[in-house]
């Protein structure tokens, strides 16, 4: 055999295989992707650029009340010092990342203590070196972040 002719066998057999191997996948790709007829990315757009809240002016009429879920966390009162700690503070605070002394760690909080509450409650609404105003707790008011450097206080004397 020449050649020639061996390299167009080899050739036109190896493509064969890789049509057959392609047919195969197109099958097996349509026989998994059968059930996802229900996808709508019309739908799916449109709920992800949906609005999140209402404007209401009063002597309007009023928009639609929020769903129970919603109304039950906002009534849920003030946080706890430990849930405001647990919630912000623990992530520099139980580490001491960036410098945040580590709750509990006496000699590093104990000339922040001789400074008193309000001396700590203002650096920490106001942020103080890496740590950023409210610790990041936007949310927080400041009786709960008071009351989250009292807990913290009172576990590092």
Not at 10 to 30: K, Q, Y
Request: proline share 6%.
């Amino acid at each position: 055999m020449s050649k020639d002719k061996e390299f167009f066998t080899t050739f036109f057999s190896i493509m064969g295989g890789l049509a057959v191997f392609a047919i195969l996948l197109v099958i097996i790709a349509s026989n998994l992707t059968s059930e996802v007829s229900d996808y709508k990315p019309e739908e799916i757009v449109l709920e992800n650029i949906k609005p999140v809240g209402q404007v209401y002016i009063a002597g309007e009429s009023e928009p639609e009340a929020a769903p129970a879920a919603e109304t039950t966390t906002a009534s849920a009162g003030p946080k706890s010092g430990e849930e405001v700690y647990n919630g912000s503070c623990v992530s520099c605070h139980g580490t001491g990342a960036a410098g945040a002394p580590k709750m509990g760690d006496k000699a590093a909080w104990a000339p922040r203590i001789a400074t008193g509450i309000d001396a700590l409650l203002a650096n920490a609404t106001k942020g103080l070196n890496a740590m950023p105003p409210k610790g990041l707790c936007m949310a927080c008011s400041e009786a709960e972040l008071k009351g989250a450097i009292e807990y913290m206080v009172s576990n590092s004397q």
